[in-house]
């Protein structure tokens, strides 16, 4: 079709649903249509792993940032007190601001990305390490000590949650 | 397994994902332009089951909602894990067994923590 592979094809219109959703984030007035938007994001990010051969890493996408970390984000959201009267009051000056902040921050990527097209992309490793059964010989072998320390990362992010969200018995 | 896996083979996926979405947009659109529509001023008022509402539906939430949300996220990761393991279950052996399950002990802890917190219970 047209001299293009359809996966050149499915990167292309992948692509451009992740801008476009992307955008969508940025532009809606809505704080809760912003995070739904971002699910769509990820979605497509989802589909540009698989692209990659990086079906773990999508699935992963998919499971936790798509169906955990949003609903995180929601109830955030949902947490604060998002009325007309509360919202924070956006003056000239913090426009100003916020205008030269963004400007300075595209300086940079587009400064950065400007000599990315010569660093001679080359695959290294494995092309199918990205499966889940590959990285999972990985995982469970060479990378074992990670593997067993996230579960301490996690019984530490557990402990902290509760320690912060829950009430104690005295406390008011 | 292993070598033919490649992003073609989840093409059923994307033609579930078409056809669910597809189904989705398709009765939605139907019933909108073939359903009769009677609205009168008092149909489209907003209720709370049957009072009159008052105020505006943004409050902010019990911080309770985002500790239930936070444990069921750092649990959903602990899954993630599993499935690696669980494709590799019979290659990985005995040794995989006890790799995973002194990982999922170390959790347990914080799930006793979280038990013995009471952290999931809904007293005020």
Known sequence: MLGYTITQWLFGILSFLAIMFGLMVVFSRNPVN??????????????????LNAQFLAIVHIVVYAGAIMVLFLFV????????????QRTWLSKIIAAVAGGLMLFVMVGSLKGAGDMGLQQYGNAQIGFVKNLGAVLFKDFLFPFEIASVLLLAAMVGAIMIGKKEAGES | MGSTNTPTDYLPIVLMFIVALGFVVTTMVASHMLGPKRKTKIKLDSFE???E???NARLPFSIKYFLVAILFVLFD????????WAVNYKE?????????????????VGFYYMLAKKAVQWED
Do not use: K
């Open chain 2, 53 to 55: 509402s008052h105020g």
């Open chain 2, 92 to 108: 990985l052996g005995i040794v995989g067994v006890i790799e995973v399950f002194s990982f999922i002990a170390l959790l347990l």
């Open chain 2, 77 to 84: 990761v602990e899954v993630i894990f599993m499935y690696p």
């Open chain 1, 77 to 88: 959201i949902m947490l604060m007190n998002l009325n007309e009267d509360t919202e924070p």
């Open chain 2, 49 to 51: 089951c049957g009072i």
């Open chain 1, 34 to 51: 912003s995070v739904l938007y971002l699910v769509m994001t990820f979605f497509c990010i989802a589909g540009h792993y698989l692209l």
